[in-house]
């Protein structure tokens, strides 16, 4: 175990459902992999906030049918595109990777997981589902506050005290590379899948994308550094999460 491990990284099999918060890029896919081979009912829920590339929805529901949830939810939350400006929720405002002066980069959506993490809870409450997986991670993501284990773990009390359930968040990637994140695609058989089916690209392009934007750095990186020493990544790997 990590010094970092804690009871929210782990997959808890004694839970028999679980909501996996969907995007339809590498990383929640992975996570949505993960819980299909842990949970005997995983639902999807995705979110449509008029996200910069529009299609993330049909990607998101194409990957959930082919992988074959329990069910698929697109929630309608065009409320935050109203609210919250960002390189992600306007066409005018292109994407950088430079910080601006709060010391985030202009990808960062406020509040967003705030309500995405505060919405897949109500809808693990109406389906029974003691479980809520996101996979966001602090580790070599770009710094937002919201994918913080801090933040994960002060909304998942507020959470319990507000629904008076014992729901979890669980957070499977948050301490794990990029690198290390393909291999744990890898390791249920999904590389190759998770390459050519979800969507990361701030451009909207499947796959290996456009190859410029800041995402697609961080994940063709990752799927180098990966493919390079896989034994060694794959033996990281199980140092971090219990499988
Ligand atoms: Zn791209």
Not at 13 to 42: M, N, P, W
Not at 46 to 65: D, L, P, W
Not at 68 to 96: C, F, M, Y
Not at 106 to 124: C, D, S
Request: hydrophobic share 40%; glycine share 6%; proline share 3%.
């Amino acid at each position: 175990m990590s010094v970092h491990s804690t009871s929210s990284d782990a997959v808890d099999t004694s839970a028999r459902k679980a909501v996996v918060v969907f995007s339809g890029g590498q990383d929640s896919t992975t996570c949505l992999i993960q819980a299909l081979a842990h949970y005997d009912e995983v639902h999807a829920i995705t979110f449509n906030y008029g996200q910069r590339h529009s299609q993330e929805i049909a990607v998101a529901q194409a990957i959930a049918g082919e992988l074959g949830v329990t069910a698929h939810k697109v929630l309608d939350l065009s409320l935050l595109n109203e609210l919250a400006i960002s390189s992600l929720t306007r066409d005018a405002i292109p994407v950088s990777s430079a910080l601006q002066d709060n010391g985030l980069p202009n990808t960062f959506v406020p509040g967003r997981n705030i309500l995405f993490l505060t919405l897949a809870a109500v809808y693990a409450y109406q389906v029974g589902a003691e479980v809520v997986i996101t996979g966001v991670c602090e580790t070599d993501f770009s710094g937002y506050p919201d994918c913080r284990d801090e933040f994960v773990k002060a909304l998942n009390q507020a959470l319990c005290l507000g629904l008076e359930k014992p729901l979890r968040l669980v957070t499977p990637l948050m301490w794990l590379n990029k690198a290390q994140t393909w291999a744990l695609a890898d390791r249920y058989g999904r590389l190759d899948y998770v390459r050519a089916r979800t969507l990361t690209c701030y451009n909207g392009l499947v796959g290996e994308g456009c190859g410029e934007c800041p995402a697609c750095e961080l994940r063709a990186r990752g799927l180098q550094m990966y493919l390079a020493d896989r034994e060694q990544i794959q033996a990281q790997l199980a140092t971090k999460v219990a499988l």
